[in-house]
């Protein structure tokens, strides 16, 4: 785990000595283990080794930093909207999502469980804000999962009497029960058997009727 060197003194008018990149990495490290509020900015100058003037010129105040901490948690070439996009069937996009939430809830250099979930536990109606602005990317990752089911039914590749926003719906549940379990010490090889037991509720797939085979 890189950490970021203490800035010396500088200077006014000095450009700031500490890299972007790696700040909001120590940043989100530290809001996903002790969540929004739990984190001081004390604790966040510690870490990233700089003076709180630095993080209010960078990133405006601490929220600023969280959700651009965040954004960098979301990002990747693996995201959960790559993962349902290029899915071929609704059935392995949900798959997809499980196996990535299993592997990444269990990583051996991040603290366990999901940051959007760990970050906003406890929080006071102060930083309802931060929840909101959480729980909606939530809810854009279970609309994507709910359209790529509802272009399967279209497709007739899974039954017609499939609740699509129930099924997407139990799925993003499943996702939030693995974080808690994970945050509870559960191992990554559990969490994986959780999510095959999970897509057991999964309807079986069929081919579209101009795809049987003869």
Known sequence: MNIVEPTPRRRKGRPLSFDREVALHQAMLLF??????????????????????????????????????????????????????????????AWGLMQAAAIGFTGAETPPGCLLASAAISCSPAASEVQEELAAIRRGIEARLR??????????????????????????????GMSTLARDGASREKLLRLAATAMRSWPEFSLPVTQQPL
């Open 32 to 93: 996903w283990r002790h969540g929004y509020e739990a984190t001081s900015l004390n604790d966040l100058t510690a870490v990233l080794g700089v003076a709180p003037s630095s993080i209010y010129t960078v990133f405006g105040d601490k929220k600023g930093l969280f959700l651009e901490a965040v954004a960098h948690y979301l990002s990747g070439p693996v995201t959960s909207e790559t993962i349902i996009e290029q899915a071929a069937t609704a059935r392995d996009a």
């Open 147 to 176: 359209e790529k089911i509802a272009r399967s039914l279209e497709a007739e590749a899974i039954a017609r009497d499939i609740d699509a926003d129930a099924l997407a719906a139990h799925t993003m549940a499943v996702i939030q």
